[in-house]
Each structure stands twice: as C-alpha cells, then as structure tokens.
C-alpha cells in the first residue's frame, strides 16, 4: 500500500508540473492574441484597397499579362503550405497538413508536378520525415509573422513562376493556410494565387452608379507591372497572419483543455491515493487487533 501511495504522489507531482506548463503557455498566447487579431484587422483595408485596384486596372486595360493568363508550357504547379513552428496547438498544424495532401493528391491526379513550399517547423518535419522533397522552407516567429519573410516567400514563388518551363517554372500556385474567423473558429483555406483571379473585394456597381473612367500612366501593362507583385506579396502576408492568429487561438484553447484535464487527474490520484493510505491504516490497524488478540488468548 505504501507504495502505492508513493506511485500516486509522484504522479500527482508530475502532472502539478505540467499544469504550470499549459497554465503558462495559455497565458503566453493569451497574451498576444490580441496583437495577432489587430495585426490581421490592420492589414486587411489596404489589402482590400489593393484588390480593387488591381481588379480594375485588370478589367479596363484589356492586357495579356504574365500572371493573368494560364501557362501551357508547363504542368508543375506550387504549393505553399502555412504550419507553425512549435507545437502544443491542438490540431492547428493536422488540419492545414491534411488539407495540403489533398491538394497535392488532387493536383496529381491532374497529371501535375507538384513543387511544394513551407512555412513553419511543423510542416518541415512532416514531409521531410517522410522523405518528400521541399522545393523551399522558411522557419522562426510563425506567430508573429514580418513583413521581410512575407516578401522574401512571395518573390521567391513570383521568380518559379515566371521562369521558363525548362528552368523548373510553374504554371500555377496554391496556398495553402489557416483562416482565422474567430477565437472559436479557425478553418483550413485553399486560395490560388496565380495566375490570378482576382474577383474578391469588388463591389458590383449598383443600377444608377457611373463606371469610372481609368487612364494609365505610363501603360497599363507598366502599372500592372507594379501592381501585381505588390498584390501577391500582401495576399501572402495577410495568410502568414491570418495564421498566426488562428495558431494562437488553437494554442490557448489546446493549453486551456490541457489545464482542465491536468486538474481532473490530480483530483483522481489525490483520490486514489486517500484510497490506499486509509487502505493500509485499515491493515495496520487489524494487524495491531490481530497480535493483541493473540497475546490475550496466549
């Protein structure tokens, strides 16, 4: 029995240890939730402003250009897949795994080459586990994603896909990352990035508003120039971001569960021990009453 009692109070130990852990780690994200969500709610209007600007230049210039027509030249396509560099997050970096091997899976089943990139330590160590060979890899800070990474990614991908096909050039790229949608929710998304659609953030005119006239200085194709790169580079930070958010807010409902559930153990082997230790008092006290017993009747 007694060591019984010393099994369940080590295990009582260890899991007030861990306890701590999640404890902290829940407050850690707490903590920069809010700056995660303000970041993503920051980024978005000039984002949104962005889109419409290029959606109309592309709509009134009427130019065949690089990154809005389809490449026939080439069937590899690349995917950029979003994970975290640490774990502790629930499911966070499970979801947007499987939902990249269900692009790749279906961009297979296409016929296509698939170049896979990555961001996040728990993605690379997914693939490279299993021997899948990574086109390219980023790490570090994946809850507070900078704008140098985002840029040094999305020209990265620009340069695969406007290289020539017998260069390695793709003819398409997916991104694959988590959506944040609220402290509750946060969704595995798949966009493609080029060549682009650009359609979202475009209000239809309404029955009696006037279309706006547009005049391009010094082309069409010179704003389009600068535009479109700009655009990608954004669409790319504001996923790192949206990311971010939905890691943190994964992480602090994991760690917030892992607390509670911490604390139902204690409470069962603090049970369990009360258990064995009013055990073993019960024997020693009818081994005490046992021996008086026989020295009376001796």
Request: aromatic share 6%; proline share 3%; hydrophobic share 45%.
């Amino acid at each position: 029995m007694a060591g019984q009692q010393r099994v369940y109070r080590q295990r009582i130990r260890s899991t007030q240890s861990l306890k701590k852990i999640f404890r902290a780690m829940e407050l850690i994200a707490a903590s920069r939730i809010g700056k995660a969500r303000n970041r993503v709610a920051a980024a978005t209007p000039y984002s949104e402003a962005l889109t419409r600007a290029l959606s109309a230049a592309a709509s009134h210039a009427h130019v065949d250009h690089p990154l809005l027509t389809e490449r026939t030249d080439t069937n590899r396509v690349a995917v950029l897949l979003v994970t975290s560099d640490r774990g502790m997050a629930g499911a966070y970096s499970a979801s947007v795994i499987r939902e990249a091997e269900r692009l790749i899976e279906r961009l297979k089943s296409e016929g296509k080459e698939v170049d896979l990139y990555v961001a996040g330590r728990r993605g690379l160590q997914y693939f490279s586990f299993r021997g899948h060979e990574l086109a390219g890899e980023w790490s570090g800070d994946s809850d507070a994603p900078t704008v140098e990474v985002a840029n040094e990614i999305a020209d990265r991908l620009l340069a695969a896909f406007r290289a020539p096909a017998e260069e390695g050039g793709v003819g398409e790229l997916h991104v694959v990352y988590t959506q944040f949608v609220n402290m509750v929710t946060q969704r595995p998304r798949v966009i493609r990035l080029l060549p682009l659609e650009v359609v979202e953030g475009v209000e239809e005119p309404g029955e009696h508003d006037a279309l706006p006239l547009y005049e391009f200085e010094p082309s069409a194709d010179a704003v389009l120039d600068a535009l479109l790169p700009r655009y990608v580079r954004r669409r790319i930070f504001a996923a790192l971001l949206q990311a971010a958010a939905s890691e943190l807010a994964a992480r602090q409902r994991a760690m917030h569960t892992a607390t509670d559930n911490a604390e139902d153990l204690i409470r069962t082997y603090t049970r369990l021990a009360n258990s064995a230790r009013q055990a073993e008092i019960t024997q020693e006290i009818s081994e005490i009453v046992s021996g008086a017993d026989a020295l009376a009747a001796s």
